[in-house]
């Protein structure tokens, strides 16, 4: 974790601006409330919720922090931290609480954002000073050629193959209902049109949702996982390995009482500032809630019959081909290939730099496979 003043104090104030102004869009006079966690539980740094309400000062807005526990089960929040969300124009979690609870229509009343932004390296990074709105267009550019699309298919080095026809979006059922930032991925794709095989590295992980312990399962090759729409038809690869799946998805769904089979959707990356340094094994639930990002990385959420579901599978350096077109490219993601892209780029240079040199570290062992879990 950086310790405050590790990164240039006015990109990480940059950062913050844009989040408040560009993303929340906040303006003077009104009131923000910050949830934080704890640094010391080791999710989000320290000097993170200061460097908010730093920026909110030189805007004029009015802001208070308030620290929150971590629940690990969390569904809804607590009475008294909904009205006092209420009571602000708007909610910004710095804390875990904001990701599991992104899928809760109820909170849609509160404009709450979450911030994926870690710590004050990465909101001063290209991650957190690229403009906002820009990713959101693109966004919107992705889920209009991918909604669109009679053809796609997915692949990957490791083995990943699995395709179907253009993605059938739900609506605004089928997204968060709370304002993610930075935005770096397209709208959920359900896999109910989709069909083939998803090729696992390294571990198998949680979504975020719920945090449960082991939250990883350590594999010690390439497991493949079949799937046929909205569910698992089997697991291929060392015995071990398949064994360890069967048994972490019988734990996990009994633990919860859900549907171990059932895959339910999947995106990508589309952030190329979004960066992990280090090893995703050393922390599996920071590297779950902040390397997503990347467009080295593609995911599905599986394990329950609801997004974001509890175990998500992650395809390394994805190739996606709409209609024959790599919109993704062995991991990389190439805007100018999807209508209205180039656009982006040359109206947002800083945008455009980004993607001439994407972020390429996003826990990843040296050998190309995600990097093994730690054990104690």
Excluded at 251 to 267: E, K, M, N, P, Y
Aim: glycine share 10%.
């Amino acid at each position: 974790m950086s310790q405050p003043g590790a990164t240039n104090d006015a990109a990480v104030l940059d950062g913050a601006r844009n989040l408040l102004a560009d993303c929340a869009g906040m303006r003077a006079g009104e009131t923000l409330l910050v949830l934080h966690e704890d640094p010391t539980l080791g999710y989000y740094g320290p000097g993170l919720a200061e460097a908010v309400l730093e920026a909110a000062a030189t805007m004029g807005i009015r802001a208070t922090a308030r620290a929150i526990p971590f629940d690990p089960d969390i569904d809804v929040p607590p009475a008294d931290l909904r009205h006092a969300m209420l009571a602000a124009d708007r909610t910004l979690f710095l804390a875990r609480m904001g990701d599991q609870l992104r899928f809760n229509a109820e909170l849609a009343a509160v404009r709450p954002i979450v911030c994926y932004a870690l710590n004050r390296d990465m909101l001063g990074s290209v991650f957190g000073r690229a403009p906002y709105r820009a990713f959101v267009a693109l966004k919107a550019s992705v889920d209009a050629v991918l909604a669109g699309a009679t053809s796609i298919r997915v692949t990957c080095p490791l083995g990943t193959d699995f395709s179907g026809p253009g993605v059938a979006f739900p609506g605004a059922k089928g997204d968060v209902t709370v304002a993610r930032f930075p935005m770096s991925v397209f709208t959920p794709a359900p896999a109910a049109a989709y069909r083939g095989r998803v090729a696992q590295a390294g571990f198998l992980v949680g979504t975020g949702s719920k945090y449960y312990q082991p939250y990883g399962a350590a594999l010690r090759d390439v497991l493949f996982i079949a799937f046929e729409g909205n569910h698992i038809t089997g697991f291929e690869g060392d015995a071990a390995d398949v064994d360890t799946a069967r048994r972490h998805y019988a734990f996990v769904a009994d633990r919860f009482g859900i549907d171990r089979d059932f895959v339910h959707s999947w995106h990508a990356g589309i952030h190329p500032g979004c960066a992990f340094p280090g090893q995703a094994g050393e922390n599996l639930e920071r590297w779950s809630g902040a390397a997503f990002g990347n467009p080295r990385l593609l995911h599905f959420h599986t394990c329950g019959a609801y997004a974001p579901g509890e175990i998500c599978w992650n395809v390394v350096d994805p190739t996606v081909l709409v209609d024959g077109v790599a919109v993704w490219e062995n991991g990389r993601l190439h805007p100018e290939r999807v209508p209205g892209g180039s656009e982006i780029l040359a109206a947002h240079p800083q945008v455009a730099a980004a993607f001439a040199a994407p972020a390429q570290a996003v826990g990843l062992a040296p050998h190309g496979r995600l990097s093994a879990v730690r054990t104690p």
